[in-house]
Nanobody
Framework: QVQLVESGGGLVQAGGSLGLSCAASGSISSINFMGWYRQAPGKQRELVASISGSSTNYADSVKGRFTISRDNARYTVYLQMNSLKPEDTAVYYC???????????????WGQGTQVTVSS
């Protein structure tokens, strides 16, 4: 009922920048949370950044380097990643939570994941 399509990611040298985007579509009444998580090999998935209403939240490890933003009209969330480090290498996942139209049931969906690799 709700689909998330991620784009962006790729390979970049340390100190470089990348941008990710995630567009939600389907039977959406409203979205109250959009976030980016990442999972590196052998590690647990962790929250990188989230946006809910006008409030943003960042992991300490990315504060000052990453910026999350949102286009409410397009149900799209962006993550601008600057000053990338090798330890930022991971698969990045988009997460969206909201309400499905007509049924007004809550939803919680994940994107397919996109690889970000930062070389030293």
């Amino acid at each position: 009922q709700v689909q998330l399509v991620e784009s962006g990611g790729g390979l970049v040298q340390a100190g470089g920048s990348l941008g990710l985007s995630c567009a939600a579509s389907g039977s959406i009444s409203s979205i109250n949370f959009m976030g980016w998580y990442r999972q590196a090999p052998g590690k647990q998935r962790e929250l990188v950044a989230s946006i809910s209403g006008s409030s943003t939240n960042y992991a300490d490890s990315v504060k000052g380097r990453f910026t999350i933003s949102r286009d409410n009209a397009r149900y799209t969330v962006y993550l601008q990643m600057n000053s990338l480090k090798p330890e930022d290498t991971a698969v990045y996942y988009c997460n969206s939570r909201g309400v499905i139209s007509r049924s007004y049931r809550p939803f919680d969906y994940w994107g397919q994941g996109t690889q970000v690799t930062v070389s030293s």
